[in-house]
């Protein structure tokens, strides 16, 4: 009791939206204080890995590195691939974070909430609490993410209607229709931003011999990349590596084809939409018809992917104001209300859990 009462004065609330892409830290009463890749640098020998560098000063290395350093990306499909980096990765974040705001409010270990996809498996999901109490946390909550991204976009959560959110980042898609502060029906699908990079990545590959970089895959989706055709199709050259002569070399590639590409990974995620509507109580269903979908996360930049997913669903489809921070918001949103909020919530995700 002592100890909540201290923590309500002295620590510091914090929200993490740990995403394979990207991650942001919202302090409470302070907002969104840090946004950076997920990468870090390491440098390796003897057995031992030191950390080079962390957040945006790494993702600059992608590729670019000597032997001895490589820059990794310590999570995968929206869960953790490397313990020990996810660790050192936190740590950074969360100190770096705490160093922003006010001197008495460092002297306990911060509560953490943290956002997670909603098809996290036991074992993942203790992984995350103990990279998080190993670099620094002091009490642990997990929000699941579709959750968070409502609560940030603005949808009505804690009415008893039905709102749909998809939330499409950089290592899983997440479907959820919630009510009632639950969720009601949900897919997370392992097919988001990276998968759609890989895809440009290997048909370079195969239609061009040319072999190009995570980097480059990733602004050829954000400067030519659509989900519909377009009436003026751009064009962009693209350099890279022949993979005959092993010589530098520039290809023209259109719009046209990278959305040929595209196809795959978006005719997943729009299975994962229709399948959570079929499963959806009808009375929840029918409450889409006038509210329709949210579109959140990274993904829904893709120039035109709320028209596709509004043909092939037959509602009226929404891209939030501001989707790259919708999670984190919604973990702000329940840090102002930290005690009681954040308690209901995993109460609500340990229900759902044991339904599934």
């Given amino acids: 009791m002592l100890y909540q009462k201290l923590a309500k004065f002295f ?101 953490v909430l943290i956002a997670v996809p909603s098809g996290i498996t036991e074992v993942e999901t203790r992984a995350v609490k103990d990279s998080a109490q190993r670099a620094g946390a002091g009490e642990i909550y997990l929000i699941e993410e579709p959750m968070a991204a409502a609560i940030g976009v603005g949808l009505p959560v804690m009415e008893p209607s039905g709102s749909m959110i998809v939330d499409i980042g950089g290592g899983t898609t997440e479907v959820a229709v919630v009510s009632l502060s639950g969720i009601v029906e949900a897919r997370s699908l392992r097919v988001a931003g990276d998968q759609i990079d890989q895809c440009i990545v290997q048909h370079l590959k195969r239609a061009h011999n040319l072999l190009i970089g995570e980097r480059t895959a990733e602004q050829i989706k954000i400067r030519i990349g659509s989900a519909t055709p377009q009436n003026d199709e751009a064009t962009l050259e693209v350099k890279g590596r022949d993979l005959i002569s092993g010589l530098p070399k520039t290809i023209l590639i259109t719009g046209e084809e990278i959305r040929q590409t595209l196809q795959e990974p978006l005719t997943s995620i729009i299975e994962a939409i229709r399948s959570t509507l079929e499963h959806c109580p009808p009375e929840l269903a029918s409450d889409l018809i006038d509210r329709g979908i949210m579109l959140a996360g990274g993904g829904a930049l893709l120039r035109d992917i709320d028209k596709l997913i509004s043909e092939e669903t037959g509602l009226p489809v929404f891209v939030s104001d501001n989707p790259l921070q919708a999670v984190a918001n919604g973990t702000g949103v329940v840090l102002q209300e930290m005690d009681a909020m954040a308690k209901a919530l995993a109460a609500t995700s340990a229900a759902n859990k044991k339904r599934k």
Avoid: W
């Fill in 11 to 111: 620590a510091t609330d914090i929200g993490i939206d740990l995403g394979t892409a990207n991650c942001l830290v919202y302090v409470r009463d302070h907002g969104i204080l840090i946004n950076e890749p997920s990468v870090v640098a390491v440098a390796e020998g003897d057995n031992k890995r030191e950390v080079v560098a962390v957040g945006e000063e790494a993702k600059r290395m992608l590729g670019r590195t000597p032997g001895h350093i490589k820059a990794i990306r310590p999570m995968k499909d929206g869960v953790i691939a490397d313990f020990d980096i996810t660790e050192e990765m936190l740590r950074y974040f969360i100190q770096k974070a705490i160093k922003k705001v006010p001197a008495r409010r460092r002297f306990l270990h911060p509560r």
